[in-house]
């Protein structure tokens, strides 16, 4: 039923309300041979949990991961909830990228091998002023995003 052509599919983790474990539907998808893009959404989960979560992922075979710090839980369908907000999405960004790079887990220590994981961040062009999604962008290419989505129209596609 998915398009040949699909480069990959953006698991959503908690956008507004409580579904199936988006890293499951992550690691099903890659059983299946589709790329999943996990979404790590840093409001729900502190850096031990959000650490935990990418390794096991990987484990599974989940490659490409999604960094957003998530809108306030006021927002959603949990308002009663409090957010984790360990880290940011620049924060997750860097630690993953420095994970994939020099095999270093959140903390500093050395893990046995390198994860070959890939990053993606968001890109906000519609956010006013310009100058500010601008410079938010640019830091999260900095941090060592590899690829940028977009939230244009209320869906995700690629920038």
Not at 39 to 46: F, G, I, K, M, Y
Not at 68 to 81: D, I, N
Request: aromatic fraction near 6%; charge should be neutral; charged fraction near 15%.
């Amino acid at each position: 039923m998915l398009p040949p052509s699909l480069d990959g599919v953006i698991v959503g983790d908690h956008a507004e309300q409580a579904h199936g474990s988006a890293l499951a539907c992550a690691a099903l998808l890659a059983a299946e041979k589709i790329e999943p893009v996990l979404s790590l959404c840093t409001r729900d989960r502190n850096r031990v949990a959000l650490e935990s979560d990418v390794l096991g992922a990987f484990a599974l075979g989940v490659k490409t991961f999604f960094c957003m710090s998530g809108a306030h839980q006021a927002l959603g369908g949990f308002p009663q909830a409090a957010g984790a907000y360990d880290m940011d999405a620049v924060q997750l960004t860097q630690a993953l990228a420095k994970m994939a790079s020099a095999g270093l887990d959140f903390s500093g220590t050395k893990l046995p091998a390198a994860p070959a994981l890939t990053v993606a961040a968001a890109a906000h062009p519609y956010l006013r002023p310009m100058e500010l999604a601008m410079a938010q962008t640019r830091k999260k290419i900095a941090a060592g995003a590899k690829i940028l989505l977009t939230d244009s129209d209320f869906r995700l596609g690629w920038f």
